[in-house]
């Protein structure tokens, strides 16, 4: 199984890292939220989202889902943070340079 590394633990992020981590592979979400963090390691959820509760708190009691404010060296890294717009209509895309730059000490060849 992979060892996967989801950046975001929003309404895309948690639900993903959910599901994969259901699924026998070894997630590390990663948000920059101590709250959040804390949240999701005690087996709950900060957002309210239709069956996300019993699917995220599996995910923790397998073991399979910690929750964490740095990236690990990971095989897969999923990258699920806003961009909200700004002023001028465009993405804010500083959500995503963050994410970026916090995974490229992390890359190995190939990645």
Same mark, same amino acid.
């Given at each position: ?15 993903t890292a959910s599901l994969f981590a259901t699924h026998g592979h070894q997630v590390l ?17 900060? @957002?309210?989202? %239709?069956?996300?509760? =019993?699917?995220?708190? &599996? !995910?923790?009691? #397998?073991?399979?889902?910690? *929750? ?10 999923? @990258?699920?943070? %806003?961009?909200?717009? =700004?002023?001028?209509? &465009? !993405?804010?895309? #500083?959500?995503?340079?963050? *994410? ?12």
């Open positions: 199984m992979k060892k996967i590394c989801v950046l975001g633990l929003g309404y895309i992020g948690l639900p979400g990663v948000d920059v939220s101590e709250k959040i963090v804390e949240t999701i390691n005690k087996g709950e959820i900060h @957002i309210e989202e %239709p069956g996300l509760f =019993t699917l995220a708190q &599996a !995910a923790v009691k #397998s073991g399979n889902l910690k *929750a964490a404010l740095k990236p690990e060296i990971s095989d897969v890294f999923i @990258i699920c943070v %806003p961009t909200p717009l =700004t002023s001028e209509k &465009a !993405a804010d895309l #500083s959500y995503v340079e963050m *994410a970026v730059n916090a995974i490229i000490p992390l890359l190995k060849k190939d990645d």
